[in-house]
């Protein structure tokens, strides 16, 4: 498919880029453009080699602008699973990839890479998530779930209406009618939410998954577009106790927090959203760590990232992000991001939203 720009100029900057960075010959790279230029004169696209693909990935987590986790971009455990072609092999690919992720909780960061150009779809945002429901009695679970949650349930899936049903495994196959199937149990591996300090915590009931999944976003590689090639990492504390957790239209946990810890939520100057804020936090990190499920925190992530720029400044690339991202959500001014800026120009290759297979 061709779109933005011809095939083969996307394909001859990729091929020349990674090639010099792998250190591949002169020679080697001009002989592999040509048998790209006549392949995609051939078939109107081209197949890369799983060197091509390995790296190419790689590359693109090492230009996600939006990404503060890039230190560890060159050992992305790459799968090739373009040879899934049934709805069944696709499922276990799947399972595979959270079985993989997971390792107990000494987490890995991976991507499955399915087969080109729209063949395969996965509908999930994430692969684990919380489903999300509107009641007469108000919320139940994740309310950024409510559309995905509504889709599953047109398609035959009916959740237990607690706040953390797992959704189930959502795709499409060669254009085929959408087919979902629920994810084992023993395969989610989740982390009860406690306080080193507060035995009242464990009463709010809390629990999130321990890895996260992106399964929505399309990967770019040299002007092929991989529409379905799920990826993980693992957590950085503040998503889940500053956004999931806090957020008034995630699981709006702060006043109860500060409730449970009697502070004055009648006035804004007692800073006790603050307060909850930063319990709410310790909490989270406190439970994966004892969990033994990989977690980190805001400093160590923004420490990791300085290290990140400053290699590949060594390595004579230019570093590019997106500020607005890279700044934690807590404390951001605790970290160096805020206090410098960065350029946000996409490289490629790199990941991008697209549109939703449902709505
Ligand atoms: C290894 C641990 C990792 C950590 C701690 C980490 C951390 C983060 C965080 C905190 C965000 C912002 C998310 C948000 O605010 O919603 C993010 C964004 C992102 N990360 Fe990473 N990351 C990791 C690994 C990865 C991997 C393995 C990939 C891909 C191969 C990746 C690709 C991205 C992309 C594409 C975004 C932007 C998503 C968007 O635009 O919606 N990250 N990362
Ligand atoms: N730690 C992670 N967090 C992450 C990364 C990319 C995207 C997201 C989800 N971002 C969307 C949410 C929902 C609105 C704002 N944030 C989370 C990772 C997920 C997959 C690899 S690393």
């Not at 002169?26 to 392949?39: C, D, G, P, V, Y």
């Not at 395969?120 to 679970?141: D, F, K, P, S």
């Not at 706040?163 to 994810?183: K, N, Y």
């Not at 449970?260 to 959203?273: H, P, R, V």
Request: net charge negative.
């Amino acid at each position: 498919r061709q779109h933005d720009g011809p095939l083969i100029k996307k394909a001859e900057q990729f091929i020349t880029a990674s090639y010099r960075e792998l250190g591949k010959s002169e020679k080697e790279m001009k002989r592999r453009l040509n048998e790209i230029r006549w392949e995609v004169e051939q078939t109107g696209t081209y197949s890369h080699t799983y060197e091509e693909l390995s790296y190419g990935a790689k590359m693109a987590w090492r230009h996600s602008n939006r990404c503060i986790g890039r230190l560890f971009w060159q050992s992305l455990h790459v799968i090739d699973a373009r040879e899934a072609a049934t709805v069944d092999e696709v499922f276990s690919y799947l399972f595979h990839h959270i079985e993989f992720a997971t390792n107990g909780g000494k987490i890995r960061p991976a991507i499955t890479i399915f087969r080109p150009n729209g063949e395969v779809r996965i509908w999930n945002h994430q692969l684990i998530r919380y489903a999300g429901y509107e009641t007469e009695e108000g919320m139940i679970g994740d309310p950024s779930s409510l559309t995905f949650t509504r889709a599953c349930e047109q398609l035959g899936w009916k959740g237990e209406k607690t706040p953390f049903d797992v959704l189930p495994l959502v795709i499409q196959v060669g254009g085929q009618q959408p087919v979902w199937t629920p994810i084992p149990k023993e395969l989610v591996l989740e982390v009860p939410i406690e306080h080193p300090e507060f035995p009242w915590f464990r009463d709010l009931q809390l629990k999130w998954y321990a890895v996260p999944m992106i399964s929505d976003m399309c990967l770019e590689i040299g002007g092929i577009s991989y529409m379905a090639a799920p990826f993980n990492g693992w957590y950085m504390g503040t998503e889940i106790g500053a956004r999931n957790f806090a957020d008034d239209n995630r699981y709006n946990m702060l006043p109860k927090v500060a409730s449970c810890m009697g502070l004055d939520t009648s006035s804004n100057a007692s800073l006790w959203k603050d307060k909850a804020l930063v319990e709410l936090n310790i909490a989270v990190l406190y439970s994966y760590k004892k969990a033994g499920i990989s977690i980190v925190d805001h400093h160590t992530a923004a420490r990791q990232f300085q290290l990140f720029e400053q290699q590949e400044n060594a390595a004579g690339r230019h570093v590019t992000g997106d500020w607005t991202w890279l700044i934690p959500p807590l404390s951001p001014a605790t970290t160096h991001i805020f206090h410098r800026s960065y350029d946000n120009t996409t490289m490629l290759p790199n990941f991008f939203d697209q549109d939703r297979p449902y709505e």
